[in-house]
């Protein structure tokens, strides 16, 4: 006879998810109760807190585990992939201690809700099925709608949270729609189950459809073409750490999601959705490639670059092979790193009468800052793919795996593309080194940025000397979904 308490379900898999979930809610009680402004300290307590929830996650090494009835699932690619959103959102909170200060955003929840996105983050990452997917999902989305509108004094900031919030509800109604329909025509919302019903047999029209929609949601989190319309926008708009936060963590829990949904719940019918893939992946670096050409807005200019380099990771999904996943999580490690850096030099670009964002206003900086401006132009050289660069090594993982998968085509406009994107960060390069000097910004970087900016060049300079860690890391991931 079954007791309560034998029906209770283990909850050693999520550990992670509690401590972090309870550690945020504490964190929120204290900032309610401090009199003076705790937002520092509760910013570097949230950065504690992903350490030892990073800590958690190690601490569970090879284990295979799922509970609350298979809904929630741990293996070595989970854990490569929440690790990697909780750097992201790390760096994210280090990166906003002084600017949230400097802009009049001094409030406490602003951390705490990076920590719960964060959570909503690897809640994804473990989803086993449609609905621990679909409440991960607006988990994080949730949380950095309020984020992109925090700035409540500027309108830009207040319009960034709107568009983001509409469209995002759209994306939320589309994944919903596909779910439904994925559940009628296999009678399940457990990944393994939705695999076993497909089958070897033709998948039937309907069961297409749902994959279509869900494959649309997720493009929108990951700003992939054609549902990317958002990005620009929102990145603009919304104050400069919450953007270095969306180039970041969300896209690595999203496709790392992606590639969960794909390889678990439909391996059955990889040709149809690898042809969706490879047209979303060409579409974004193509678009990624052009449309950040004519831009003079920064921020507008890192995220078509997103778009770019989303369209680039996709390319390792449309292998469908181990090494193709391991390039997905090699390419959005270095990724992170890379972006953490450039939004670094973003956030210190002030003057007395605030905030710039144009790129002309980084003219002379290689003579008022000449090593901020020699990291800076090491990143962009290396988002442009440039060798031995770590940029470099993420592209070649990729279109390595596209290339021994026969994709061919999609390598060569790949590698096309990324010679044309090549134009727009050696321009910044270009104005950096060449251009007529403009005022030089007003103080000195701060400390946090200093050091997120000069470990994410450490990173990106000798990642070539000593890879062995992460390439090795990224194949047991590949390995535990794809064996």
């Not at 369209?311 to 953490?340: E, Q, W």
Request: charged content about 10%; hydrophobic content about 55%; glycine content about 8%.
């Amino acid at each position: 006879m079954e007791t309560a308490a034998s029906t209770l379900p283990a909850f050693g898999p999520v550990l992670p998810e509690i401590v972090l979930a309870v550690g945020a809610m504490l964190l929120l009680l204290l900032g309610v109760f401090r009199k003076e402004s705790p937002t520092r300290g509760i910013s570097y307590a949230v950065v504690a807190l992903f350490v030892l929830v990073a800590v958690l996650v190690l601490g569970q090494g090879d284990i295979r585990e799922s509970t609350f009835g298979g809904m929630f699932a741990i293996d070595p690619f989970t854990r490569f992939a929440k690790l990697l959103v909780l750097l992201g959102a790390a760096l994210a909170v280090v990166m906003s201690v002084t600017f949230i200060r400097r802009e009049n955003m001094d409030r406490f929840e602003f951390p705490i809700l990076i920590a719960l996105a964060a959570l909503g983050m690897i809640m994804m990452v473990s989803a086993n099925s449609l609905i621990a997917l679909y409440l991960g999902l607006e988990l994080q989305s949730l949380s950095i709608y309020v984020i992109a509108a925090f700035n409540r004094d500027s309108a830009k900031s207040s319009e960034a949270g709107l568009k983001y919030f509409v469209l995002g509800a759209l994306s939320s109604g589309l994944l919903l729609y596909g779910s439904s329909l994925v559940y009628g025509f296999t009678g399940s919302v457990d990944f393994q189950v939705i695999a076993s019903a497909i089958g070897s047999d033709k998948p039937s029209i309907g069961l297409i459809f749902g994959l279509v929609f869900i494959l649309a949601a997720l493009a929108f989190k990951v700003s992939a073409v054609p549902f990317h319309m958002w990005t620009p926008d929102v990145y603009e708009g919304a104050p400069t750490p919450v953007t270095a936060f969306m180039a970041g963590a969300p896209k690595v829990a999203a496709m790392a999601l992606t590639v969960r949904v794909l390889f678990t719940a439909f391996p059955g019918i990889t040709p149809e959705w690898k042809q969706i893939v490879v047209f979303v992946s060409i579409a974004s670096m193509i678009l990624g490639a052009f449309a950040a050409i004519g831009q003079s807005n920064i921020k507008r200019l890192m995220a078509y670059s997103s778009i770019g380099h989303m369209g680039y990771v996709l390319v390792g999904v449309a292998a469908g092979t181990a090494d193709g996943i391991r390039g997905v999580l090699i390419y959005l490690a270095i990724y992170v790193v890379m972006n953490a850096g450039v939004f670094c030099v973003i956030l210190a670009m002030r003057r007395p009468e605030g905030q710039v964002e144009r790129v002309e206003d980084l003219a002379g900086l290689s003579r008022s800052r000449p090593m901020v401006a020699f990291i800076l132009a090491m990143l962009m050289f290396s988002l442009a793919g440039i060798p031995p660069l770590a940029g470099f090594f993420a592209k070649f993982y990729v279109f390595m795996a596209a290339i021994q998968a026969g994709l061919y085509t999609l390598s060569v406009i790949g590698v096309l593309s990324s010679v044309v994107g090549a134009y727009y960060y050696l321009r910044i390069v270009k104005v950096m080194y060449f251009d007529e000097p403009a005022p030089a910004f007003e103080t000195p970087m701060a400390r946090e940025l200093s050091v997120v900016l000069g470990l994410s060049g450490l990173f990106t300079l000798f990642f070539f000397i000593y890879p062995a860690p992460l390439i090795a890391g990224a194949q047991a991931a590949a390995a535990a979904l794809l064996p």
